[in-house]
């Protein structure tokens, strides 16, 4: 919507600005946590009783815009765990680290790591958690040392982990159709790239490779070359949404989700970033660019 209203200022744009003042974000802060909850329970008429709790993942553009809109605190930004507690022992690692104040706020700047690379792990080690954000925040130039750095890390890992691993002929693990049974929604990973961790079941989704095109392109182009090569995998529009690696069976349908993930990461990488800069021309959006761009990881 924020994009729509920059690209189409006239009567669209009013449109979406009317759709975007009814959004009220700060329904779902838990003011205690510090955290934004899932969603709303329709059946049980109320707020989710859980919450967002680990940095790395989609909803932190959630928590930029409802920053951005001033409807909950900035701290709100630096209450979201960058990694799990050190004592939540059942995680993939203990988090490694230690407690920096970055502005007025302290918080403990944990990360994993994995063959001497350190990263901040999403939730379930997806390429979609850590990169469906940066589609419209600018963290490759704002925090070059901070979420750009670990998105570039996640991405490489990836890639590391299918071809030195796994040793799959292809990469690119994310939540996606179940090639099996293409109607149903599968929650895929990489086990120590996230805090709870997907299964990997050698399912490759074509939305992770898309995403990863600003950083990593040339990997990216020539991963989409090896995909194609998978017989059934390219319909009338465009990739369908997975393969398994094994099987070789193609999940045969489109997920608006991950087209939409797909279409927009091709626009940025051939347009010079023309979806993110226009995010980024919406004034309430640059104002709290400091987020971005004052905290380190590593």
């Given amino acids: 919507l924020i994009v729509a209203k920059q690209a189409f200022t006239k009567e669209i744009g009013q449109e979406c600005q009317e759709i975007i003042d009814n959004m009220d974000f700060s329904r779902f802060y838990n003011k205690d946590l510090g955290q934004l909850a899932l969603g709303y329970e329709v059946d049980k008429n109320k707020i989710s009783p859980y919450h967002y709790g680990s940095f790395c993942t989609e909803p932190r553009v959630t928590s930029y815009i409802a920053i951005a809109r001033e409807q909950i605190p900035e701290e709100h930004w630096f209450r979201i765990p960058r990694t799990l ?26 990360y994993y790591t994995h063959n001497d690379v350190k990263y901040v792990p999403s939730w379930g080690g ?97 991963n989409l070359k090896e995909l194609l090569k998978f017989e059934g995998i390219y319909g009338q529009y465009g990739f369908y949404d997975s393969v398994d690696i094994n099987t070789k069976e193609v999940g045969t349908k489109y997920l608006c989700l991950d087209q939409a993930m797909t279409l927009i990461a091709l626009d940025n990488y051939l347009n010079n970033g023309a979806i993110r800069r226009r995010f980024h021309n919406e004034p309430m959006i640059r104002k709290f660019e400091y987020l971005l761009s004052d905290e380190t990881f590593f």
Avoid at 92 to 110: C, H, R
Avoid at 147 to 174: C, F, M, T
Avoid at 194 to 207: L, M, N, T, W
Wanted: hydrophobic share 35%.
């Fill in 85 to 110: 507690p050190k004592e939540w022992e059942w995680q993939q690692q203990v988090p490694s680290g230690k407690t920096k104040k970055v502005m007025e706020y302290s918080l403990f700047e944990g």
């Fill in 126 to 222: 997806s390429m979609f958690e850590f990169l469906m954000p940066a589609l419209v925040l600018n963290e490759r130039e704002l925090a070059p040392q901070g979420l750009g750095l670990n998105d570039k890390r996640a991405v490489e890992l990836q890639i590391a982990y299918a071809r030195e691993e796994a040793h799959y002929p292809v990469w690119g693990i994310s939540p996606c159709a179940k090639p099996d049974k293409p109607t149903e929604y599968g929650e895929y990973g990489i086990k120590y790239l996230g805090g709870k961790g997907y299964e990997d079941k050698g399912v490759i989704a074509p939305h992770a490779t898309f995403l990863a095109l600003e950083f990593a392109p040339e990997q990216a182009i020539a």
